[in-house]
C-alpha cells in the first residue's frame, strides 16, 4: 500500500494554522495549544516515517 505522506502533512498543517486561529478565542486557548502540540507531534512522526520509507525504498 502506498501512502501519501505529503497529502497527509499538508491537511494537518491546514488543521495546525485552524488552531492557532481558535486560540484566540476567550477561554478557549489552552484546549487549542494542546491541539497545536499533538498536530506537531504527529506531523514530525509522520515525517520521520516518510524519511524511513524513502530510505528503504532507495536502497532496494
Known amino acids: 500500500m502506498v501512502r501519501n505522506y505529503e497529502?497527509?502533512?499538508?491537511?494537518?498543517?491546514?488543521?495546525?494554522?485552524?488552531?492557532?486561529?481558535?486560540?484566540?478565542?476567550?477561554?478557549?486557548?489552552?484546549i487549542w495549544s494542546k491541539d497545536i502540540k499533538a498536530l506537531d507531534e504527529a506531523i514530525a512522526i509522520i515525517k520521520e516515517c516518510q524519511r524511513a520509507v524513502e530510505s528503504v525504498a532507495e536502497s532496494e
Do not use: D, P, S, W
Not at 491537511?11 to 489552552?30: K, N, S, V
Open 7 to 30: 497529502k497527509t502533512v499538508n491537511q494537518l498543517e491546514e488543521l495546525r494554522i485552524h488552531c492557532e486561529a481558535m486560540t484566540e478565542i476567550e477561554f478557549a486557548g489552552e
